[in-house]
């Protein structure tokens, strides 16, 4: 069984390459960002590919397809897979998760998909479909300050998502959001409460796998990516999230967000149709094994319990935040996150050392920069 993975940024993809060729998968990684492709070769194979974004993208896909004989195609994050979905070509049918048309038209579209869970009972923050700028202080009005701002679509990670505070920045960010040729941006509701995902394996709607927690640390204030995790099994969370995913009939790895107000409802923000996080095994639960049953056509059995109250950290992410914010001290941050450094994958050394240097690297940018700035 031969399996292409489709990435943008390695080191989570990586962790799914060292599970499938644990399983016996041979396994190549077409990435924009190949890095040190000596210390990771004997788990995948390394391409250097162009941007998801590019003309060419989906002719170097075809050729490697006619070339390799691959089994499977998996994306790994959501610019990879809907960037597939752009493609009539005929090794559609190798895609995994396979998709209907009615899916491929709602996901990437927030507003729509937010509209859809909304309809399946789910709660939602109160937002506003806006046509103009002109309709600002009306939306402002409505749903109070702050605002959140939220793009059509998106990567992932809040990358096209603002947090207004003041009407100016409403306006502001409805500029900086929209892309000619798209509806404007979506006006959203600000819930003041703490975040969470729900995340697992599903195959037709049904989870076969399952893992909720509350995300403690972002990459930035409010909107960017969680770096660090704490397992919960609230019944309400997990009830909301299980109702999201059967009524999309997903099929594959996803993770749906959600926030807790005031009142202890569980409220949907958004969705991660390529969802490619491993759960810390010290929670209970395994996600590649069964992932690969699925890509060989099996259906695992479902075993839905993890462990509650279990921190985790999304590596290397938390160190390179460190690293980032410490500004001047980036170094001695990074060297005090004991977390994170606990979380690095010493048993595949070859993946700790890929790891380490992308860190060094980073580290070395940054101090770059720094010199310039002075």
């Keep these: 069984m031969k ?41 995948a194979k390394l391409i250097e590919g162009p941007c998801i974004t590019s003309s060419e993208y989906l002719e170097v896909i075809e050729r490697l397809v006619s070339a390799e004989g691959f089994t499977c195609v998996l994306p790994s994050t959501n610019g990879t897979l809907y960037r597939l979905w752009d493609s009539d070509a005929r090794w559609q049918t190798l895609i995994y998760p396979r998709t209907e048309k009615w899916q491929r038209a709602l996901l990437p579209n927030k507003r729509k998909l937010s509209e859809f869970v909304a309809g399946c009972g789910v709660p939602v923050p109160r937002f506003r479909r806006i046509e103009s700028l002109e309709e600002v202080p009306a939306a402002v009005k409505d749903l109070g300050l702050p605002l959140v701002v939220k793009g059509v679509s998106g990567a992932g990670g809040g990358s096209r998502i ?31 409460g703490p975040a969470f995902n729900v995340y697992g394996l599903f195959h037709e709607g049904k989870a076969l796998r399952i893992y909720a927690a509350e995300q403690l640390e972002l990459s930035s204030h409010v909107t960017g990516a969680a770096l660090s995790f704490r397992s919960c099994g609230d019944p309400g969370l997990i009830k909301q999230g299980l109702t999201v995913f059967q009524s999309l009939q997903w099929n594959g790895l996803a993770c749906a967000d959600f926030v807790r107000n005031e009142h202890g409802q ?20 395994e996600i590649i094994r069964p992932l ?18 279990v921190r985790s950290v999304f ?10 914010e410490g500004g ?29 240097r992308q860190i060094y690297r980073q580290w070395l940018y940054l101090s770059s920069e720094g010199r310039k700035l002075s």
């Excluded at 409220?267 to 759960?279: E, Q, T």
């Excluded at 690969?292 to 109250?309: C, M, N, S, T, Y």
């Excluded at 990074?334 to 790891?355: C, D, E, K, V, Y």
Aim: net charge neutral.
């Design 266 to 285: 569980f409220l949907y923000l958004d969705f991660d149709a390529a969802g490619m996080f491993v759960p810390d095994k010290t929670a209970g639960v």
């Design 292 to 309: 690969e049953k699925l890509l060989r056509g099996e259906v695992p059995a479902a075993e839905l319990g993890f462990r509650q109250g």
């Design 3 to 43: 399996i292409l993975l489709l990435d943008e940024g390695l080191p989570l993809t990586l962790h799914t390459a060292i599970g499938l060729k644990d399983a016996g998968w041979s396994v190549s990684i077409l990435t924009t960002q190949p890095g040190d492709a000596r210390f990771i070769r004997r788990y």
């Design 328 to 356: 001047g001290r980036g170094l001695a941050s990074l060297a005090m996150n004991l977390r994170g450094w606990q979380s690095l994958p010493w048993r595949t050394p070859g993946l700790a050392i890929h790891m380490i």
């Design 315 to 324: 590596f290397p992410q938390h160190l390179l935040a460190s690293l980032k």
């Design 162 to 192: 603002r947090l207004a505070r003041t009407q100016e920045e409403v306006a502001d960010f409805l500029r900086d959001l929209y892309v000619k040729g798209e509806e404007w941006p979506t006006l959203q509701q600000f819930i003041h």
